[in-house]
């Protein structure tokens, strides 16, 4: 009597597993690079459309100043429902986005009036500093732009050397 082999064989088994072990060894360090690259991007975006939205606030809303942090972007002026920053940016001072921490400061400037959207008198600035931190240490890629709306990149942070206007000492700006 001849037995009919049916199914796969352990040895089968263990040779797809090697296989698929293989390429997943091969495949994981790129999808890590593709992500930290995609994070990045992010954040490029990011710094954009801070600067757009710290622009429009200062002709709009600030009479030439720019707002002292995330929060007051995402605060929608009096009698209007759109904010300058879309909600996520702007629901705290520190967001973290795509795997990068954002922050603005500004220095407040005694003799700015007070804005169309809540701002206090003497709180908005004659400039601004914007950062995209990466939360993951392993991530070597940090960006900060000014009110002069250039993107600056550099392998450290440049949140506490960036000035309000014009180049850090460190990094070299984006082309």
Request: aromatic share 8%.
């Amino acid at each position: 009597m001849i037995r009919k082999a049916q199914g796969f064989g352990l040895i089968d088994v263990v040779f797809v597993c090697g296989i698929v072990g293989l390429l997943a060894s091969i495949a994981l360090p790129k999808f890590a690079l593709a992500r930290a690259s995609a994070g990045a991007a992010s954040a490029v975006g990011t710094m954009r459309v801070i600067n757009s939205s710290e622009l429009t606030f200062a002709l709009t809303c600030g009479a030439g100043f720019y707002a002292p942090n995330l929060t007051t972007l995402g605060t929608a002026p009096v009698g209007s429902r759109e904010a300058f920053i879309q909600q996520d940016l702007g629901a705290s001072d520190a967001v973290v986005k795509s795997g990068y921490t954002i922050q603005i400061a500004a220095t407040a400037f005694g003799g700015a009036p007070p804005s169309c959207n809540g701002l206090a008198g003497g709180e908005a600035g004659q400039g601004f500093r914007a950062a995209a931190d990466p939360a993951d240490p392993r991530n070597a890629r940090f960006f900060a732009t000014n009110a002069n709306s250039t993107i600056f990149e550099h392998t450290s942070s440049l949140f506490a050397t960036m000035p309000e206007v014009g180049e850090p000492p460190v990094g070299q700006p984006l082309r």
